[in-house]
């Protein structure tokens, strides 16, 4: 007794490694994370490296279809009329959202019950599988099919996101999850860049690429092949990932307490999750953040879909008459500036301004970019190159920015126990989202092709206008009373 009275201060302080001691369970792959974390004081390069890689390969399929889309159901032969295509592409666009919004939930769950780690195997094993077999398409309800189960057994989103926090020590964190947003934003960009360059390649590189070779029976093969090659690779990667989530089997009683009792100190949302997934369905600063981030996601893939048909679609349409390579130049050059935005200008961005303001900026400064649209079919040569690739540099990195944004308020609105269930339910909605926006954009486009002499938003002036609609409704969620913020600000 003399001892501990005379040593409280040396009491504690060796008190404090039985204690960390007891956090630890031997057989738990979490717990090894976590005395990694205590141990190593650095960022996870390595982890996150391999993590960036996955979820750019998860992510190259989702939109990579676009610049050969149109040229893709018109050699399906299932459009009567060429102001049709636009029609039946928003269906093949909206299938793998459809697909993601039934099954992202249960991924979701499968992650927090399971692993993370099984969920982006899967998801790895699905784009392999699937993507190549789309690219294989011979029929319209080919493509239609295998992009919708592409989609079903898509569940990373929603675990990687928890994962990149779980990996780091909390000083780290946002800065994870900024680069893994990022690189599924650069992901969104590359895959059509990849989609415009290498479709049709026994017609654009007939020195390579014969006429009656697969390529040239199947001439959106190669990139689909591309894609599923690469992520290959990202499947390798993924054994040198360690799994996050805590899974203990043994000495649960006081373990268990221990970390009770620091979870109900350290985590301010621990109370606000007590009642396990249906709590999510309270928190409103989460399903908020939710709201305005579906509503930007579905402005965003009806742009990215609109975009596409835009510019290859023919100029007595109001398009541009691109080829698919030249959109997917124009993509192109969009990742590379957009990846060199993400690591200079972004970080200072985001230090420096408070993240719902830097959304609402971003809102009102595409209502003008998106309104200029129309106008380029009027400008030629380099003029137009130029414009062209300004505006979609400046539209995609804030896409990005807005995905980045929203996707760091809503992990820090709940714990680590319901993450990949709340990004599981955040990709369910904004899925749903994404699946009505390819195809009424698409409906919308085919419409506007039709009035083109119209006295009121002629041709392709509606399908802008009717995107601009969308970014106001955003920007107007992102008030009181629709938006709740944190009572605590993470920033």
């Not at 989530?245 to 620091?262: A, I, P, Q, R």
């Not at 953040?289 to 048909?309: H, K």
Request: aromatic letters at 10%.
């Amino acid at each position: 007794m003399g001892d501990d009275a005379s040593g409280g201060g040396g009491g504690a302080g060796a008190s404090e490694p039985l204690l960390k001691r007891a956090r630890y369970h031997p057989n738990c792959p979490g717990c090894r994370v976590d005395r990694r974390k205590e141990e190593r004081e650095g960022f996870p390069f390595t982890e996150i490296s391999c993590l960036w890689l996955v979820t750019i390969c998860s992510s190259l399929p989702i939109q990579s279809l676009f610049p050969f889309l149109y040229f893709m159901i018109r050699d399906l032969h299932v459009a009567k009329e060429e102001e049709d295509i636009g029609f039946y592409a928003g269906f093949v666009g909206a299938s793998y959202m459809l697909g993601r919004a039934l099954t992202s939930v249960i991924w979701g769950v499968v992650a927090d019950k399971h692993g993370r780690k099984p969920v982006l195997v899967i998801t790895l094993v699905s784009v392999i599988i699937f993507n190549t077999l789309f690219g294989l398409s011979s029929s319209y309800w080919m493509a239609l099919t295998t992009r919708g189960l592409l989609g079903l057994l898509s569940g990373m989103l929603g675990p990687v996101k928890a994962y990149a926090t779980e990996v780091c020590r909390k000083e780290h964190g946002h800065l994870a999850l900024s680069l893994i947003t990022s690189s599924r934003g650069i992901g969104l960009i590359v895959g059509p860049a990849i989609g415009g360059y290498l479709a049709q390649p026994a017609d654009k590189y007939p020195n390579i690429f014969s006429v009656n070779s697969i390529f040239g029976r199947f001439p959106y093969f190669l990139p689909c092949l591309c894609i599923s090659l690469l992520s290959v690779a990202a499947l390798i990667a993924c054994f040198w990932l360690p799994e996050t989530l805590h899974k203990h089997t043994e000495d649960t009683l006081l373990n268990n307490s221990v970390e009770d009792v620091e979870e109900s100190l350290s985590d301010t949302n621990a109370e606000q999750n007590a009642g396990g997934c249906l709590s999510l369905f309270t928190n409103w600063p989460l399903l908020s953040a939710i709201t305005v981030y579906c509503i930007f996601s579905l402005q965003d893939l009806a742009y990215a879909e609109v975009f596409s048909l835009w510019a290859v679609s023919d100029r007595k349409y109001g398009g541009l008459s691109f080829s698919s390579q030249d959109v997917g130049s124009v993509l192109s050059i969009s990742g590379l500036l957009l990846l060199i935005y993400q690591i200079l200008i972004y970080p200072s961005v985001a230090k420096s301004i408070d993240p719902i303001t830097l959304v609402r900026a971003i809102a009102v400064l595409s209502i003008p970019l998106l309104a200029s649209y129309p106008f380029m079919p009027a400008l030629s040569g380099f003029i137009l190159q130029l414009a062209v690739n300004c505006a979609s540099f400046l539209k995609n990195s804030f896409a990005v920015t807005t995905m980045t944004v929203f996707s760091i308020l809503m992990n820090d609105s709940v714990s680590q126990d319901l993450r990949a269930s709340a990004n599981g339910l955040s990709i369910t909605l904004m899925s749903i989202s994404k699946t009505i926006a390819p195809a009424v954009a698409g409906v919308i486009f085919s419409w506007a092709q039709k009035r083109q002499t119209a006295p009121f938003l002629p041709g392709d002036h509606l399908v802008f206008f009717m995107l601009n609609v969308f970014t106001v409704i955003g920007l107007t969620f992102t008030f009181r009373p629709f938006y709740a913020r944190k009572g605590r600000t993470e920033h």
